[in-house]
């Protein structure tokens, strides 16, 4: 599978983006999906999942109740709709297919797309 990440720009603290990751091929519907991040000079971390259907849907605490993670699986896309964001949030941004026995863990890599908060 191939995932393509896009949606990614500058954005004042208190704004949103919505980032979006398309994905190659016709199975796209059996993969649960993932979003994680990667600041400068830190590791990558976990961000959110969704699964298979989009029912179930799963959030690091530190961005609980301001980001949304959902998919369109017409589309082959999964999407990360990201509000209130906060200068702690700047950070590249990669979407992946993660194991269905721990979301946190990714399988397969996109390119990351960078967002950037200011202050």
């Known amino acids: 599978v191939q995932l393509q990440a896009s949606g990614g720009g500058l954005v004042q603290a208190g704004g949103s983006l919505r980032l979006s990751c398309a994905a190659s091929g016709r199975t796209f519907s059996f993969y649960v999906m993932g979003w994680f991040r990667q600041a400068p000079g830190k590791e990558r971390e976990f961000v959110a999942a969704i699964s298979y259907s989009g029912v179930s849907r799963y959030y690091a605490d530190s961005v609980k109740g301001r980001f949304t993670i959902f998919r369109d699986n017409a589309k082959n896309t999964v999407y990360l709709q990201m509000n209130s964001l906060k200068p702690e949030d700047t950070a590249v941004y990669y979407c992946?297919?993660?194991?269905?026995?721990?979301?946190?863990?990714?399988?397969?890599w996109g390119q990351g797309t960078l967002v950037t908060v200011s202050s």
């Open positions: 992946a297919v993660v194991q269905n026995e721990n979301v946190r863990v990714g399988d397969y």
